[in-house]
């Protein structure tokens, strides 16, 4: 019975959640805590990932400090039970690495999202598709520190293994086509810039068609580009 309870809680948390009804989910979530307390070991996934839920729960509510205390609880238990090199500590070592970014906590960031990345090598291989996650977080952080050799090198990473992953034209790609085609114009390689920028246009238009505004957004980007290059009348066409 009390197991029922739990996962209907907890259920209910990631349903407000999802809907953003952030106190009805962090009532529901604080509630299968509790049971959780009652029923399981504090090792046990159920626990552990309701200490997750309520640090996204905190995190989506801008409630950064209370994001990160939940999140770090929930890391220092499975490095704890588990090995500071187990798969399982990766996603809270994501969840933080996301919370000290926006934080401006750039140093632990950058050694929350290492440390994934190290792990999900060690566990997987260089060229595993779960990678991509660590190596897009770590192109961001760069990218936002204006260190855009490194950002590109994370992201180009990110890139190859997500083309082998799931194919040139996935939907998958357009996002970080758009980030290597945004780094390239920083460091003012103009024509791969516009490589990527088109490579990402041409996978949105297959997917969403012309008129999305991701697309209108890349589209203003090559069009500053041809700005930079005095060529008006090809930058007017954009």
Request: proline letters at 0%; glycine letters at 6%.
């Amino acid at each position: 019975k009390q197991k029922l309870k739990f996962q209907t809680y907890y259920s209910l948390g990631e349903f407000y959640t999802d809907k953003r009804f952030f106190n009805k989910a962090l009532d529901n979530a604080q509630n299968a805590l509790k049971i959780s307390l009652d029923l399981y070991d504090i090792e046990n996934q159920n626990h552990l990932k309701t200490l997750d839920l309520i640090g996204k729960i905190y995190a989506q509510q801008t409630l950064y400090s209370k994001a990160e205390e939940y999140m770090l609880k929930s890391y220092k238990l499975k490095e704890k039970f588990y090995g500071k090199n187990d798969i399982s500590l990766n996603s809270s070592l994501i969840n933080l690495g996301e919370i000290y970014l926006l934080k401006g906590l750039y140093k632990k960031s950058e050694k929350a999202f290492l440390s994934a990345l190290q792990n999900l090598e060690n566990y997987y291989g260089e060229n595993h598709f779960n990678l991509s996650t660590p190596l897009m977080w770590l192109g961001g952080l760069y990218r936002d520190l204006g260190s855009f050799e490194k950002a590109k090198k994370y992201f180009l990473k990110a890139l190859l293994i997500d083309e082998k992953t799931y194919g040139e034209n996935s939907i998958e790609l357009a996002e970080n086509l758009y980030w290597v085609g945004y780094i390239y114009t920083e460091i003012g390689i103009y024509e791969k810039a516009k490589k990527y920028f088109k490579r990402s246009i041409s996978v949105l238009n297959s997917h969403y068609g012309q008129n999305h505004y991701k697309t209108a957004n890349t589209l203003n980007w090559i069009g500053n580009i041809y700005e930079k290059e005095k060529q008006y009348k090809t930058a007017e066409d954009y």
